[in-house]
Structures are given as C-alpha cells and as structure tokens.
C-alpha cells in the first residue's frame, strides 16, 4: 500500500516534513485550499514551493480550489508526482486541465468529494492517471471517516472495470487504525492526523503500509 502523508493539521508543517523524510511514507500530501472551494484557505503558493525544496519526499498535490488553472501553473514546479483537482469545479475544462497537468510531466487526475456522485466520474476515467476518493468533507483534517465510502468504493472500481482502465485509486480523510481496514483495495491512502498526531509517525505509516488486500 503506498502512504501519502497530509500536513495539513500540523502547526509546525517544517518539523512534520523533515521528520517525515526520515520516514517510508511514499508521498508528501499537499492540501492546497483557496478559501472559496473550502472555507478556510491553506497554505501558500510560497510556503508550497519552500515545503518542496526540504522534502525529500515528492509531492502529492491535493487542489481544493475553484479554479484549478491558476494553481496548476503556479504549482507545477513544485516537484509533483500527482496533482489532483476536484470535478465539482473542473466543469467543461476539466480534460484541459488534465491535459495541462500532464504537460508538466504530472500524473494528473480528479478528487471527488462524498456528496457528489461517482458516476460522473465516467465521462472522464479514460483520461485520468489517479482518482481521490474523499472520505471526508474537502476543507479540514481530523474529520471522522464517511461509513458510505467503502460503497463508493466500490462503484468506483467497477467503473474502471467497465472501462478496462486501471488509474491509481487513493482516499483521503479519517483514516485511522480501524478505517484503514474498510478500504483495503485501494492503492494508496492518505492519512493526515493519524500519522502526525502520533508520536511514532513511521510506527502508523508502517500499519497502513502492511495492509494485506
Ligand atoms: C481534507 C484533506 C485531507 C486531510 C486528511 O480536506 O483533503 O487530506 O488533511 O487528514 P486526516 O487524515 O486527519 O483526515
Ligand atoms: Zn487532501
């Protein structure tokens, strides 16, 4: 299982990253929040782009904006291996700004938030490297994990099926020693505050990395 670790809930984010290089987690996940899509804003383009230089790890980039273009270009020289947008704002441009994330040689795809459904995703699964499954409610960290994900899951699984393409599948939010379990065909989770709260970050990383399918 690959693990991307969110900084999001951490005060002191320089501290969590550098002990995350010390770490196995796979990828660095960067909640980015405009304040529109979300209600709170997070991080800036700057802070981003500083994060980038002392990380080790490469970047998972997470955009929780309403206009994914601007943030795309700023953030496409922040060492990305993935960069994710949200569908609920793609609207008709969103193969152009697939298109535009992959022009920066970025694996590029959508996140999906738990009240819309999956089946819009199908316009768009052949054209995406990775798809985020929220687990929460896109704009904090710390939030209890939706019981309806698994389910989602689930459809989201036999619409790749359908279409005989197998992009990465990832979810995020409210993933802890129990929830990890629900969604174990995954191939990457996300966790936030179960690694950063804790004291051992590479004991919980090591938990979710040796989930068995
Ligand atoms: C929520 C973010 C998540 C969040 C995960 O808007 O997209 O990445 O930070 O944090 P936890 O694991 O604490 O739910
Ligand atoms: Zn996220």
Same mark, same amino acid.
């Given at each position: ?6 900084i ?16 196995s ?85 959508l $996140?999906? *938030?738990?009240? +819309?459904?999956?089946?819009?995703? =199908?316009?768009? %699964?052949?054209?995406?490297?990775? !798809? ?24 989201l ?33 996300? $966790?936030? *505050?179960?690694? +950063?709260?804790?004291?051992?970050? =590479?004991?919980? %990383?090591?938990?979710?990395?040796? !989930?068995?399918?």
């Open positions: 299982m690959l693990v991307s670790v969110s999001l809930s951490c005060n002191n984010k320089e501290a969590a990253v550098r002990n995350l290089n010390f770490s987690a796979d990828y660095l996940h960067i909640d980015f929040m405009d304040g529109k899509f979300t209600k709170k804003k997070s991080l800036k383009i700057k802070e981003i782009r500083e994060i980038s230089k002392y990380s080790v790890k490469k970047l998972d980039v997470h955009l929780m904006v309403t206009k994914p273009k601007k943030y795309i270009k700023k953030l496409a020289e922040v060492n990305a291996s993935y960069m994710t947008f949200h569908i609920e704002a793609g609207g008709k441009k969103t193969k152009d700004y697939l298109n535009l994330i992959k022009s920066y040689e970025i694996k590029a795809g $996140a999906i *938030s738990p009240n +819309t459904s999956i089946d819009i995703l =199908e316009e768009y %699964i052949e054209d995406v490297d990775i !798809i985020l499954l929220m687990s929460v409610h896109p704009g904090a960290g710390g939030q209890e994990f939706l019981e309806e994900t698994p389910k989602r899951l689930q459809e699984k036999t619409l790749c099926q359908e279409h005989n393409v197998s992009p990465l599948i990832s979810v995020d939010g409210g993933i802890n020693d129990k929830t990890m379990n629900l969604v174990k065909d995954v191939d990457m989770i996300v $966790a936030g *505050s179960y690694v +950063t709260k804790s004291k051992e970050y =590479e004991q919980n %990383i090591q938990s979710i990395k040796n !989930i068995t399918k």
